[in-house]
């Protein structure tokens, strides 16, 4: 193992909460580490359209590309590994990986969240291509007046099923098998906003002749764009081991300044509870690095 390290600062996570703090840190004089597992759900957005600056939109992994460079032109420490252990010391943190570890004053957990993807072949190409989504918020301006399906486990289907009817008149819920089926009132909200709740569970979903199809009990149903609704997996373990707390789904709880309850413990991003969008990661990771610093020299001034 090399030699451990020090800085004021450690960001755990390289997507653009965690790279914009590490520049904003970098710029007030700051001693920051990056310690990256290439985890960013950015890398495998195709296109974004609502980050600022970019009128065509910008492919998700050239916007984080750019971001790296960014991050290149300071004086940043930036380790390519999957932090394993975070604990607390008598002067801040230790970080661990495999080969390596870091000792730091602050931490700021920029962990973020995967996508919980179904099931079929060929996902990276119908992602890519716009057969499979994930974010309404985001391309739902690309799916109006399409022919649209929901793939989900449960009542948050018929929920996103609705936030998408704003855009097209044709949306259709799909239940996957193991789902709990939807009650009276999931029904009514569905059948008053004509979302169409098709019979049986999810078989298979395939890219057929341009389309996304979903087999469903003994039916095909082929659809211009297929929203996956089934969650996400919220990376806030190694915070929790750290003794900070979250909400009922796993969301890291911080205050305004992005401050954790533990003490020098930050976080920003998806992997805290807000509108999961590239802008607000970014300015998530600009507060958290501008009250990280304000903490420091206070502490220094103490």
Same mark, same amino acid.
């Given at each position: 193992?090399?030699?451990?390290?020090?800085?004021? +600062?450690?960001?755990?996570?390289?997507?653009?909460?965690?790279?914009?703090?590490?520049?904003?840190?970098?710029?007030?004089?700051?001693?920051?580490?990056?310690?990256?597992?290439?985890?960013?759900?950015?890398?495998?957005?195709?296109?974004?359209?609502?980050?600022?600056?970019?009128?065509?939109?910008?492919?998700?992994?050239?916007?984080?590309?750019?971001?790296?460079?960014?991050?290149?032109?300071?004086?940043?420490?930036?380790?390519?590994?999957?932090?394993?252990?975070?604990?607390?010391?008598?002067?801040?943190?230790?970080?661990?990986?495999?080969?390596?570890?870091?000792?730091?004053?602050?931490?700021?957990?920029?962990?973020?969240?995967?996508? /919980?993807?179904?099931?079929?072949?060929?996902?990276?190409?119908?992602?890519?291509?716009?057969?499979?989504?994930?974010?309404?918020?985001?391309?739902?301006?690309?799916?109006?007046?399409?022919?649209?399906? /929901?793939?989900?486990?449960?009542?948050?289907? /018929?929920?996103?099923?609705?936030?998408?009817?704003?855009?097209?008149?044709?949306?259709?819920?799909?239940?996957?098998?193991?789902?709990?089926?939807?009650?009276?009132?999931?029904?009514?909200?569905?059948?008053?906003?004509?979302?169409?709740?098709?019979?049986?569970? +999810?078989?298979?979903?395939?890219?057929?002749?341009?389309?996304?199809? +979903?087999?469903?009990?003994?039916?095909?149903?082929?659809?211009?764009?297929?929203?996956?609704?089934?969650?996400?997996?919220?990376?806030?373990?190694?915070?929790?081991?750290?003794?900070?707390?979250?909400?009922?789904?796993?969301?890291? /709880?911080?205050?305004?300044?992005?401050?954790?309850?533990?003490?020098?413990?930050?976080?920003?991003?998806?992997?805290?509870?807000?509108?999961?969008?590239?802008?607000?990661?970014?300015?998530?990771?600009?507060?958290?690095?501008?009250?990280?610093?304000?903490?420091?020299?206070?502490?220094?001034?103490?």
């Amino acid at each position: 193992m090399e030699a451990v390290r020090r800085k004021e +600062v450690a960001i755990v996570g390289g997507g653009p909460a965690g790279l914009a703090a590490a520049v904003y840190l970098a710029r007030l004089k700051r001693s920051v580490a990056v310690i990256d597992g290439s985890q960013s759900r950015l890398a495998n957005v195709p296109r974004t359209r609502n980050y600022p600056g970019f009128p065509d939109g910008i492919p998700g992994p050239a916007l984080l590309a750019a971001l790296r460079e960014q991050v290149s032109r300071y004086p940043i420490d930036h380790v390519g590994a999957q932090v394993e252990s975070l604990e607390r010391t008598s002067d801040g943190f230790r970080l661990a990986w495999p080969g390596g570890a870091l000792d730091a004053r602050m931490v700021l957990m920029a962990t973020g969240a995967s996508d /919980v993807p179904p099931a079929m072949p060929h996902l990276a190409h119908a992602l890519r291509t716009g057969l499979l989504r994930y974010c309404p918020v985001c391309d739902g301006y690309e799916v109006i007046d399409l022919k649209v399906g /929901v793939v989900a486990n449960g009542a948050a289907g /018929v929920q996103e099923a609705l936030y998408l009817r704003h855009f097209t008149d044709d949306v259709t819920v799909f239940m996957m098998p193991d789902a709990p089926a939807l009650d009276a009132a999931e029904h009514a909200r569905a059948g008053k906003a004509s979302i169409r709740l098709a019979a049986g569970a +999810v078989d298979s979903i395939r890219e057929w002749n341009g389309k996304i199809s +979903v087999r469903h009990g003994t039916e095909d149903t082929a659809c211009d764009s297929l929203y996956s609704a089934l969650g996400l997996r919220i990376h806030s373990n190694l915070a929790q081991e750290a003794g900070a707390r979250t909400d009922e789904n796993g969301y890291l /709880v911080t205050d305004r300044h992005h401050a954790t309850n533990v003490r020098g413990l930050y976080a920003a991003g998806d992997v805290t509870l807000g509108l999961n969008q590239i802008s607000v990661a970014v300015g998530g990771g600009a507060i958290a690095g501008a009250a990280m610093h304000l903490a420091l020299a206070r502490a220094e001034r103490d």
